[in-house]
């Protein structure tokens, strides 16, 4: 699996420069992202981009620069908000209901939105003291108006693990309670207090599916802001393919596919059902199947 660039100009260097928002907010050429309650208007497989004299409400930041260099802000909508006039060929939609549908440069900005309108909406006060705080950094930041102590969007670290056989030839998913048993997918867990990234793909994945590991590389990551999550997706090998077994809480069932069988899921053909094509899930299951004919 190739590890792409950064496809958008984040423009950190604009976000120090005292009035930035408020002069490009008057600037006619600056576009504006759009999001509200986690989801983004969508036009042609495109995000929608209106200028912000179009926007009535909201909190804003800086996302960055456009492809063409025009800068690129984020307008995060209050819930009840109906600010702008959603046109007939215009729809709401999340990250998950978008799927495939967006290239990568616009599932970037798209991503960048909203966890930036989260953290936004959800993070008036200080942590520390419960204090009021102001924006700072275009929107990037927070200063306690209390205690002084400055605050930044949060990235929760998880990992994300394709366990495959000894032999290389199958891949063990598990089917997590909250599915019903009607999908299978790659184990994942967050990153506790202190602990490495590969101490807690070991610790999970023994914790989820009984096995042990006798090797492990990572793979890629992928931004998840549901809430705030950094999946980080990693290919393991297991010691013992017949130590496999659920935890009976979180996972009820482990299983073995052959690529076979993974071949015909993915084609939506069963046995089971896999992750979208939003998730590194799935990334990570065909990147496995893909790496022999």
Same mark, same amino acid.
């Not at 009035?19 to 036009?43: H, K, Y």
């Not at 030839?169 to 867990?189: H, I, P, Q, T, V």
């Not at 967050?190 to 999970?204: C, D, K, P, Q």
């Given at each position: 699996?190739?590890?792409?660039?950064?496809?958008?100009?984040?423009?950190?260097?604009?976000?120090?420069?005292?009035?930035?928002?408020?002069?490009?907010?008057?600037?006619?050429?600056?576009?504006?992202?759009?999001?509200?309650?986690?989801?983004?208007?969508?036009?042609?497989?495109?995000?929608?981009?209106?200028?912000?004299?179009?926007?009535? !409400?909201?909190?804003?930041?800086?996302?960055?620069?456009? $492809? %063409? /260099?025009?800068? *690129? @802000? =984020?307008? #995060?909508?209050?819930?009840?908000?109906?600010?702008?006039?959603?046109?007939?060929?215009?729809?709401?939609?999340?990250?998950?209901?978008?799927?495939?549908?967006?290239?990568?440069?616009?599932?970037?900005?798209?991503?960048?939105?909203?966890?930036?309108?989260?953290?936004?909406?959800?993070?008036?006060?200080?942590?520390?003291?419960?204090?009021?705080?102001?924006?700072?950094?275009?929107?990037?930041?927070?200063?306690?108006?209390?205690?002084?102590?400055?605050?930044?969007?949060?990235? !929760?670290?998880?990992?994300?693990?394709?366990?495959?056989? $000894? %032999? /290389?030839?199958? *891949? @063990? =998913?598990? #089917?997590?309670?909250?599915?019903?048993?009607?999908?299978?997918?790659?184990?994942?867990?967050?990153?506790?207090?202190?602990?490495?990234?590969?101490?807690?793909?070991?610790?999970?994945?023994?914790?989820?599916?009984?096995?042990?590991?006798?090797?492990?590389?990572?793979?890629?990551?992928?931004?998840?802001?549901?809430?705030?999550?950094?999946?980080?997706?990693?290919?393991?090998?297991?010691?013992?393919?017949?130590?496999?077994?659920?935890?009976?809480?979180?996972?009820?069932?482990?299983?073995?596919?052959?690529?076979?069988?993974?071949?015909? $899921?993915?084609?939506?053909?069963?046995?089971?059902?896999?992750?979208?094509?939003?998730?590194?899930?799935?990334?990570?299951?065909?990147?496995?199947?893909?790496?022999?004919?």
């Amino acid at each position: 699996m190739s590890i792409p660039r950064p496809f958008f100009d984040r423009a950190a260097e604009l976000r120090e420069e005292e009035g930035v928002l408020e002069r490009l907010r008057d600037d006619a050429g600056s576009r504006v992202v759009v999001v509200r309650e986690g989801r983004v208007r969508v036009a042609a497989s495109a995000l929608l981009r209106v200028s912000p004299d179009e926007v009535a !409400d909201g909190t804003w930041a800086l996302l960055g620069r456009d $492809a %063409d /260099g025009a800068a *690129l @802000l =984020l307008a #995060a909508l209050p819930p009840e908000t109906d600010a702008l006039d959603t046109a007939p060929d215009e729809i709401w939609l999340g990250l998950r209901d978008l799927g495939g549908r967006l290239d990568a440069g616009e599932s970037e900005v798209l991503v960048a939105a909203v966890a930036l309108a989260g953290w936004l909406r959800d993070a008036p006060f200080c942590p520390t003291c419960g204090g009021g705080t102001e924006l700072r950094n275009a929107g990037w930041s927070r200063r306690c108006l209390v205690c002084g102590r400055e605050h930044f969007p949060r990235t !929760d670290p998880a990992v994300i693990v394709a366990v495959e056989s $000894a %032999d /290389g030839e199958r *891949l @063990l =998913l598990g #089917a997590n309670a909250n599915w019903g048993g009607r999908m299978y997918s790659c184990f994942a867990g967050f990153t506790e207090a202190g602990e490495s990234l590969e101490a807690t793909v070991h610790r999970e994945i023994e914790e989820e599916s009984g096995v042990r590991l006798s090797a492990l590389r990572y793979v890629s990551s992928q931004p998840w802001p549901f809430p705030r999550s950094l999946m980080v997706g990693f290919r393991a090998v297991v010691e013992d393919d017949a130590a496999a077994r659920p935890d009976g809480e979180e996972i009820i069932d482990v299983r073995w596919f052959t690529r076979t069988e993974i071949g015909s $899921a993915l084609a939506g053909n069963g046995p089971v059902g896999l992750p979208g094509p939003a998730s590194i899930a799935r990334a990570l299951i065909v990147d496995w199947f893909e790496e022999r004919p």
